[in-house]
């Protein structure tokens, strides 16, 4: 049996609107994001995640891992780059030093050294805030968006019938691969299955796992072929596909579409004159530059 998200009606902004002027938006929001490096930019997007989010009505609670996670990811890669200086040298050819910290050690004679630059600081406070702002709109749509539209907002958008029940049947997945993985552990752990005592080297460890990951492979594989049954029953692809929900776009719909689309082609206009790193003014200056 295949589950959803936790989705539940809400009386938020994302789902005021059409679902397809939804992923339309996003899909602009998301490429136009991409164009730039510059935070004054980057900026812009950011507010509007940010409003995204907080309308969303989607609770804390609701969300904790997903946020978690993505907060963790982009706060540890930023933090990477900053150390390292690496993914920045396209946008920029020369580094203004404001200090550097060198180690009060010493490996096979070198000495490490951080070299804090008013570069880096700006790009790893570009990247999280790019990368925050895709992150969070992308969170929204499986808690925003009715498991039961996914097909139908897909085959609007313009796809065949078999790609839009293919990502109707996607984003069913990957909640009920959680639900039988937490069912299988539950299941394993009341036989004497001991997870949290798995020890030894990286091949022995993946070897103790297979109580898991076979049950859950082979349901998995089961519940594909019920499913490629059922559909084979009733002669799924023969004709066109009839859809139970209709979508229809309203004054608010268009209106956010050509948003996008305007936000998008304006992005790509200014991204010809302004892709590069844009450092204040004032970190030039305590770099002395």
């Given amino acids: 049996m295949l589950v959803t998200w936790r989705y539940r009606q809400r009386n938020s902004l994302v789902q005021s609107f059409d679902p397809r002027a939804w992923i339309i938006f996003f899909g602009c929001f998301l490429a136009s994001t991409l164009f730039f490096w510059d935070l004054r930019y980057l900026s812009f997007f950011f507010v509007i995640a940010l409003t995204a989010v907080f309308t969303s009505g989607v609770t804390w609670k609701e969300s904790r891992r997903a946020w978690l996670f993505i907060l963790t990811f982009v706060t540890f890669f930023s933090i990477l780059t900053f150390l390292t200086g690496r993914g920045g040298m396209e946008l920029y050819t020369t580094e203004h030093i404001i200090t550097q910290v060198s180690a009060p050690f010493k490996i096979?004679?070198?000495?490490?050294?951080?070299?804090?630059?008013?570069?880096?600081?700006?790009?790893?406070?570009?990247?999280?805030?790019?990368?925050?702002?895709?992150?969070?709109?992308?969170?929204?749509?499986?808690?925003?968006?009715?498991?039961?539209?996914?097909?139908?907002?897909?085959?609007?958008?313009?796809?065949?019938?078999?790609?839009?029940?293919?990502?109707?049947?996607?984003?069913?997945?990957?909640?009920?691969?959680?639900?039988?993985?937490?069912?299988?552990?539950?299941?394993?752990?009341?036989?004497?299955?001991?997870?949290?005592?798995?020890?030894?080297?990286?091949?022995?460890?993946?070897?103790?796992?297979?109580?898991?990951?076979?049950?859950?492979?082979?349901?998995?594989?089961?519940?594909?072929?019920?499913?490629?049954d059922a559909m084979d029953l009733r002669a799924f692809g023969v004709g066109p596909r009839t859809w139970i929900q209709q979508l229809t776009f309203r004054r608010r719909d268009i209106a956010l579409i050509a948003f996008g689309v305007a936000m998008l082609l304006v992005s790509a206009a200014l991204s010809l004159f302004t892709y590069r790193l844009w450092v204040p003014d004032f970190l030039l200056a305590m770099a002395g530059g």
């Fill in 108 to 228: 096979f004679g070198w000495q490490p050294t951080l070299w804090v630059t008013a570069e880096r600081i700006m790009f790893s406070i570009s990247m999280f805030a790019r990368v925050f702002s895709i992150a969070s709109m992308t969170i929204l749509i499986p808690y925003s968006l009715n498991p039961s539209l996914y097909g139908v907002t897909f085959r609007r958008l313009g796809m065949p019938d078999k790609i839009a029940y293919g990502m109707d049947l996607t984003m069913r997945f990957i909640p009920t691969f959680g639900r039988d993985f937490s069912l299988t552990m539950d299941a394993q752990r009341a036989r004497g299955y001991e997870i949290e005592k798995i020890s030894g080297g990286l091949f022995a460890q993946v070897r103790k796992l297979a109580p898991l990951v076979v049950p859950v492979t082979i349901h998995a594989i089961v519940g594909s072929e019920d499913i490629i």
